[in-house]
């Protein structure tokens, strides 16, 4: 039997500022609403919060950190969020002591903007997934209760009705916004969020872009749509499906059938050529 194992953040990114600007590239990815418009390192006063976005559902307010959340980052979040005027706060870090869980709770009863602790773990793949340890248990903006049990959505894919490739455990619904799979270390990920589906693929290390050019040489223009995204960390491609995603439920059987079938002949052609 093969335990999956975490390993710290730290071991992957060099900085939190590298980690910050994964993070704003992924907000999706957190279930906190939906955001566009992102700044790292936007200016708040004479400092500078981590994340800064707007959206949908107003103004967000990211603080991010290695290892356990401290009071410091903490009170640096309150003072953002309020000098921001958010709608949402947000605290990420890899653990939580029981004293700041309590306060966040109390944060969710007498305020008006929804405070958030998540938690960011990664596997020894160096997947990174995010999990919601205190929210709001209203949200105030949509009078919606926070969901909790497994996602609906992926629940198909996951039972093998499209194919076993991607077929595996239930998705929690607070980390319900992409399933992936890794081959010759290349992740592949079915992304879905509010308005649109995609895959993307994401490569690491130092020779990351040369080994995305090599690659994506499997993948013509000419055949297939998609664009190139680059972080300090990741080199990434993006293949749109299409612009239905969560929301349009009607559509999700058609979002499930092509996702998988586009994520599958990715995966095939990468499987085959050896690269």
Not at 54 to 66: K, P, S, Y
């Amino acid at each position: 039997m093969k335990i999956q194992t975490t390993i710290p953040l730290s071991s992957i990114y060099n900085r939190e500022e590298d980690f910050s600007a994964d993070l704003a590239d992924n907000l999706d990815e957190l279930r906190v609403g939906s955001f566009e418009d992102t700044e790292t390192e936007s200016r708040v006063g004479t400092r500078r919060a981590d994340i800064v976005a707007v959206g949908e559902d107003g103004t967000l307010v990211i603080e991010n950190q290695f290892g356990r959340a401290d009071w410091d980052h903490w009170g640096r979040l309150e003072a953002y969020a309020r000098l921001k005027e958010a709608e949402v706060a947000v605290l990420v870090a890899e653990k939580f002591e029981e004293l700041m869980i309590l306060t966040c709770n109390l944060r969710n009863e007498d305020s008006n903007i929804s405070w958030y602790l998540i938690q960011a773990q990664a596997n020894s793949h160096e997947e990174l997934s995010f999990h919601h340890v205190v929210g709001p248990a209203i949200d105030i903006q949509t009078e919606k209760k926070v969901e909790v049990g497994y996602s609906e959505f992926w629940q198909p894919i996951r039972d093998g009705e499209y194919g076993e490739l991607f077929a595996g455990k239930p998705v929690p619904i607070s980390n319900d916004g992409w399933i992936g799979k890794t081959i010759n270390h290349i992740r592949i990920w079915l992304c879905l969020n509010d308005q649109r589906s995609y895959i993307q693929l994401e490569f690491q290390g130092e020779n990351r872009l040369e080994r995305r050019a090599e690659i994506m040489a499997l993948f013509p223009k000419s055949e297939y749509d998609f664009r190139c995204k680059e972080t300090s960390t990741f080199a990434r491609v993006v293949f749109p499906i299409l612009d239905k995603g969560r929301k349009d439920q009607d559509h999700w059987n058609e979002i499930r059938e092509k996702l998988v079938t586009m994520g599958t002949d990715i995966y095939n052609k990468i499987n085959e050529s050896e690269l």
